[in-house]
């Protein structure tokens, strides 16, 4: 999905990952106030660099012909030690022997080209590379797909895409093309897409566009198909869309977004019959499990605002989410792993990313603190079902360019067998060695 969206709204995007990738920041060698020049077109590839001109240009724009192939990437180096106390100490020999420390080194890089060798024909490929010991080197292509368009009317997209369907920031129900969900630890990081057909048809002020997703599929007949429409009335942009594919539930969606005072505001509704997952709950007699479905009218939702002072260099974002295919109860973890050995239920089915029903996430970052290299950041995280919940201060400074030194204290909090439980602390020192080329 391709439109015009407020600056500010990912300049927050921006401000939140920048203690994940503090090397990154350093490389862009931005300030604040540059980040609000024109608007931005964002494009689902991360292809268009930010600029007025795009801002303003059309969908045709973007076939654009180059003499040339245009490449870049990225490279991260990150050597990570953190030291982890079950509980909260409680006295300075508890601090200081009773920790379990570790030291973690990952190396990181991505390649990307851009081939545009005709007005009506483009060529993008990104390829990701990684590798953290003690595992084995992780390559592959993240994406590889062409563009090309029809008298200016219908513009299409084939191939390996990464795909902007919903519209929030550390959750987003609504999202059911991408092949992961989004990371509220790591909300900015890339997430694969499906093998999809795109086809785009912009009028007036307005988008529609349909999605033909052959992903790991065999079949015909199983090709999802998943339409969308965006309607800009006024201030406020309205997205409608549906999934459909054999053999899993139907899916309706709802987006909203649009600015109230100093806010920007955002939402998600998804309505859907029946559930994907697999359920399992604890009896008494053996096996001490039973697995179950859920062959209802599901809704899920999630809200949230972000809100940003180029002034104080100062952006918050906050998000509630209600998962209507969670659980109403803890979720039954041991029950589960049993019915995982027995085949009964999927690994995905026993390891829900989001188990319970209610959750909240913040994030607050004060960047260039005081004119500084110093970024300040604070997110919290709860699953408000279970009452369990982690809050995670980090500080990041760059003495140099294309060197970030962070610190950051995360705070666990808990039962046993809650989400986030049971009390925990961890504390952890990065060095991240890196930028863009």
Known sequence: MKRIVLAK???????????????????????????????????????????TEQGEAGPEEA???????????????????????????????????EGTSFLASRLAADLFFDARP????????????????????????????????????????AGKQ?????????????????????DPEDPEAEREGPLAVKTHFPFAAHNAYLYLVANDIEKPTEIAVAPKLELLLGNYE??????????????GMLTLTGPLWELDLFAEAMIQWGSDITYVRSIV???????????????SGTAGFAYVNPDWDLA???EYFFNGQGYANQFPAAAAKAALVAGDITFADSHPVYPGRHYLAAGVNWFELLDSRFSVMVLYLTNLSDGSGMIIPSITWGPIEHLALSTELSI????????????????????SIGGLF
């Open 63 to 97: 076939f654009l012909v180059s003499e040339r192939l245009e490449w870049g990437g990225s490279f991260d180096l990150l050597f990570d030690t953190q030291v982890s106390w079950d509980g909260y100490p409680d006295s300075w020999d508890m601090l200081f022997n």
């Open 285 to 299: 007699p053996a096996p001490f499990y039973e697995t179950y479905t859920r062959d209802e009218l599901l809704f």
């Open 162 to 182: 990464t795909v902007q369907w919903g519209v929030g920031y550390f959750f987003s129900p609504a999202d059911v093309l991408n092949l992961v969900s989004i």
């Open 118 to 157: 005709e007005r009506d024909f483009r060529v993008f490929g990104k390829v990701k590379a990684a590798y953290e010991y003690p595992y084995d080197w992780d390559i592959g292509i993240f994406e590889l797909f062409a563009d090309f368009q029809y008298k200016d009317l219908l513009f299409f997209r």
């Open 412 to 431: 666990g909090y808990g039962e046993i067998g809650d989400q986030y439980g049971p009390a925990a602390l961890a504390y952890t020192f990065s060095v």
């Open 238 to 251: 309205l997205g409608v869309g549906g999934f459909y594919q054999a053999d899993l539930s139907p899916k």
């Open 9 to 51: 709204f990912l300049v927050v995007l921006v401000l939140l990952a920048a203690p994940a990738f503090p090397a990154l920041a350093q490389e862009q060698g931005e300030s604040f106030d540059d980040l609000f020049e024109g608007e931005i077109l964002e494009e689902e590839g991360g292809v268009f660099e930010d600029s």
């Open 316 to 318: 918050v974002v906050a």
